[in-house]
């Protein structure tokens, strides 16, 4: 997966956004205002993900490329390695993990006004 592909898997889920608000060199992605996922724009070597914190620990032990979260909360965040052996289906499956946890974290509106949106989308 490159930069493009990536930024383009995020910005397929309902209520997405894109920003950088940590300087132009990183680039964030949020739903309901709140992000699921950040990486380098100029080196694309990583991205940081959210994850379930059992899980987190669990892909850490299994996965050389899964590392705890750099500059996060190393409980709750991965950072994944891109281009070391993460299979494409693997990444985006854990960024569809990140999406939900976070979504599923909004409050009962916003997440109801997702749903709408997925289904006007379908």
Not at 23 to 28: A, I, N
């Amino acid at each position: 997966m490159n930069i493009e592909e990536f930024r383009d898997y995020c910005l397929l889920k309902a209520g997405v956004s894109e920003e950088t608000p940590f300087g132009p060199e990183t680039l964030v992605f949020k739903v309901g205002g709140k992000v699921f996922a950040l990486t380098d724009i100029d080196t694309f070597g990583s991205i940081n993900l959210k994850c379930d914190p059992e899980r987190a620990v669990d892909l850490r032990e299994q996965h050389d490329y899964v590392r705890p979260g750099y500059h996060m909360n190393k409980k709750h965040w991965n950072t994944v390695l891109v281009g070391t052996g993460v299979p494409a289906g693997q990444l985006r499956e854990l960024i569809d993990h990140s999406y939900d946890l976070v979504r599923a974290s909004l409050p009962k509106k916003q997440r109801e006004e997702l749903a709408a949106q997925e289904q006007e989308q379908a």
